[in-house]
T-cell receptor, first 114, second 117 residues
């Protein structure tokens, strides 16, 4: 069974700082990779996803993620965070090949200080 | 984007009673919906996959007789927690799979907080 590890439980940054949230997965086959965001009091929303092709994926709100197959990683980045990026971020995978079931990491809470 | 609603958003029930949670896709049809459970400071754990018109597929360790899932229409799936116990207290989240305009994506509901006393 696949698993997803998110290394940081809580990250605190000042506005304009750069962000990188780590995500590693364990699964030997082809995977689809996702980052979801949950703003306070709101439901999960898709930030970006990787199915195939260019391993550098650009998502909404200036976020991007890079799939490094050799490292089983899919780290999320943003060059300059804003206070409005304060949220919880979840990395998720599914094994593709017609499976739509997601396995989530434990999430990383991001707090951005104005 | 597509919208998924859940009802109720919060429910408190007594031990031994049953609780039904609804998940609706408001502006699209969903042949597949998913039910997750989230404990505090933990990730979402997939409980079951709900397919319209057929039996749900449960993940290992999830009691299908305790967590009854019905997906009677293309826009509604329900999760009934039967004979609830305090350890069933949790945050239950559903998602619905939307296939349209070349995109295949899951949309999540806002979740239901269940407290069993």
């Amino acid at each position: 069974a696949q698993s997803v590890s998110q290394h940081n439980h809580h990250v605190i940054l000042s506005e304009a700082a750069s962000l990188e949230l780590g995500c590693n997965y364990s699964y030997g086959g082809t995977v689809n990779l996702f980052w979801y965001v949950q703003y306070p009091g709101q439901h999960l929303q898709l930030l970006l996803k990787y199915f195939s092709g260019d391993p550098l994926v650009k998502g909404i709100k200036g976020f991007e993620a890079e799939f490094i197959k050799s490292k089983f990683s899919f780290n999320l980045r943003k060059p300059s965070v804003q206070w409005s990026d304060t949220a919880e971020y979840f990395c998720a995978v599914n094994p593709g090949a017609g499976s739509y079931q997601l396995t989530f990491g434990k999430g990383t809470k991001l707090s951005v200080i104005p | 984007g597509a919208v998924v609603s859940q009802h109720p958003s919060r429910v408190i029930c007594k031990s031994g009673t049953s609780v039904k949670i609804e998940c609706r896709s408001l502006d699209f049809q969903a042949t597949t919906m998913f039910w997750y459970r989230q404990f505090p400071k933990q990730s979402l754990m997939l409980m079951a996959t709900s397919n319209e018109g057929s039996k749900a597929t449960y993940e290992q360790g999830v009691e299908k007789d305790k967590f009854l899932i019905n997906h009677a229409s293309l826009t509604l799936s329900t999760l009934t927690v039967t004979s609830a116990h305090p350890e069933d207290s949790s945050f239950y989240i559903c998602s619905a799979r939307s296939i349209r305009e070349g995109s295949d994506e899951q949309y999540f509901g806002p979740g239901t907080r269940l407290t069993v006393t």
